[in-house]
């Protein structure tokens, strides 16, 4: 696992972010037990932005985050999941697209 | 700001194909209209494989092949259906699409779509970027009249706002126009851009000039899940990619970037790609649901154009042409309305609707609307065939000693096996009859 993570550290690095520090545009609503929905964005977000932590609940860092709205989408049922987009000029800023 | 007070014949969200189609057309009719895009410049939040289809643009631009950011246009297809080490390919190069006005070119989005906005500014529009619209704002009788933002000041209202937000098309649900989009519905593709000397592209394709190829892979590269993969050459880099349902890929429990990497290391994909330089990753959802996970496109005082409204062509892999075309077309409707003096009302807007259905893009998505719950139900299609046909290649082509009638015998037999002459046959019925 520690590899596959290594390298999606790699793949981020390469593209550009401007971060909205202090307003993270995701935020994983309170739980004290992630559905399998929650728990499947550890590893279906592209840009590993979810983790399970010593409690077993997940968090979220949305710093890499690429915007494709995957976890909204994945979580819409449970709404475990709260989306925004980031402010105007924050966020992921494509290079290439 | 001073157009703040202003009340626009327009407002356009998002600065895509469709809404740089949609702002086009409308300013140079002499609208005045207002475009809202989130990025700090139009395309920086975009993301595509990326295929431009002249025929979508030249309807709006006639003459962009004087200026636009092409990469190379493409006189070459492949498919490729592909299993753990094999692929079995059609190939079609034809030396015709070495044309004067080309058919289809590779370009890079974030460029492109620069591009495209300078061609919005010129016709007239004002195209303000960094504003993210938070919601829509409607009149008491549940009309739409304005946008609000994330910048100070108060709404900005217009006649008519077209949302050409893209598949994460937030401000339209939640204003109630449509649904949230279902995990059965959207794929996620990531892509990586490859950089490599101009020469080497050319080497490794068998290219010369601007020319170019493009390939579309399915099979065992997504690991059972339904999805394609792609590959498309540019001028001094090749785009690649892989994309999964996202319902697949949440149940996997497979990340999008292994899936990537191991369509990489594909023996038919590595060495097209060994020795470059990796300048970016990106990811995007695709609506993927077709005709029948199309939302409402229009209503009062709006209308919904390209990803938003649900427009690709997942069986062609066509999308920014759709939303070019519906971006123009809803464009062409509101001018047509102004010049009537004509309200943007549900019942006038309704006309876009018609124009849409008369264009190819209702037209191919009421064709295909079959296709999307086929795949879904019949995953074998992308993993059992793609296996099969290799086995058989493989059967038919070595030499070792056995008779050509074993060697029938054997690949009947294994087809047999792996699914059977009614399995074979009901898959060709279902497959026909979705088709058509």
Redesign the interface.
Known sequence: MST?NT??EE??Y??RY?VDAGKPHIKVKEHDVPSE?LK??V??C???CYSLNEQGKVEIVPDGC?????C???C?ETGEVE???????Y??????? | MTTVQEHFDAIVVGAGPAGNAAAYTMAKAGLNVLQLERGEYPGSKNVQGAILYADALEKIIPDFREDAPLERHVIEQRVWMMDDTSHTGMHYRSEDFNEEKPNRYTIIRAQFDRWFSSKVREAGAIVLCETTVTELVKDTKGAVIGVLTDRQGGPLLADVVVLAEGVNGLIGQRAGLRDELKAGDVALAVKEMHFMPQEVVESRFNLSGDAGVVIEAMGTVTKGMTGTAFLYTNRESVSIGIGCMVGDLAKSGITPYALLDSFKQHPSIAPLIAGSEVKEYVGHLIPEGGYKAMPAIYGAGWVVAGDAAHLVNSVHREGSNLAMTSGRIAAETIVWLKRRREPCTAANLAEYRKRLEDSFVLKDMRKYQRIPALLHGNRQLLDLYPRMMSGIAQTWLRVDGKAKKAKEAEIFKTVRKQRGLAGLVADGLRFARAWR
């Open positions: 596959l390298r999606i793949k981020l390469q593209n401007v929905a499947s964005l590893t279906t592209p840009s590993n690429m915007e494709c709205g995957t909204r989408v994945v819409a989306w925004n987009y980031p402010r105007g000029g966020g992921v800023l494509f290079k290439f697209g």
